[in-house]
């Protein structure tokens, strides 16, 4: 099954709108697929031209996906969606909600497994970086206390009444 790493979000045909917060630009778009019970229907068509103005502003790509008003198209549609591995959200107008449950667990299961996936690796860099940082900080502590160590041991040989202590 593809990844779908972000949480689905579902619209009823009577949801007046939803905000979208703005997302990281990154070299590659980020795909997003919008499934939509209809192309022809006005209220979806100004829907789609502001989630455009949004997909602009933060490197977003909508591919869209048109049940044309026929029922149960949309569940074969979040499918292949899911099957493809190219996108990180969905948006759905559903025709039937009902319909679409499965095909919308489905995706949510997929998202939860890509999220751990990207969980995981996340925390074996933060491991790795930790393991990293630990060391540099190590070694300049031992660079440190050897450069100290040796200007004291100069300063020592120079001034035997005022003697530095060393570092351990």
């Known amino acids: 099954m593809g990844k779908v ?8 045909m009577a949801v007046a709108g939803a905000s979208v917060a703005p997302v990281a630009t990154a070299a590659q778009p980020i795909n997003l697929a919008f499934l939509t019970a209809s192309s022809a229907n006005t209220w979806l068509q100004t829907s789609l031209t502001e989630m455009k103005k949004i997909a602009a502003k933060n490197n977003i790509k909508i591919t869209i996906f048109d049940a044309a008003f026929k029922g149960g198209v949309q569940a074969g549609q979040i499918q292949d969606v899911i099957a493809s591995g190219k996108y990180k959200a ?3 107008t559903s025709l039937d909600g009902a319909a679409i449950i499965p095909s919308l667990l489905a995706a949510e299961k997929a998202g939860r497994a890509a999220d751990k996936v990207a969980a995981d690796k996340a925390l074996a860099d933060a491991k790795a970086a ?5 060391a540099a900080a190590n070694l300049a502590k031992a660079t440190y206390i050897a450069e100290y160590n040796a200007l004291a041991k100069k300063w020592n040989a120079k001034n035997p009444k005022a003697k530095v ?3 351990k």
Not at 5 to 12: D, E, H, Q
Not at 130 to 134: E, F
């Open 165 to 167: 202590a060393l570092k």
């Open 130 to 134: 930790t393991i990293t940082a630990t």
């Open 5 to 12: 790493s972000a949480a689905v979000l579902v619209t009823s």
């Open 90 to 92: 969905l948006i759905i």
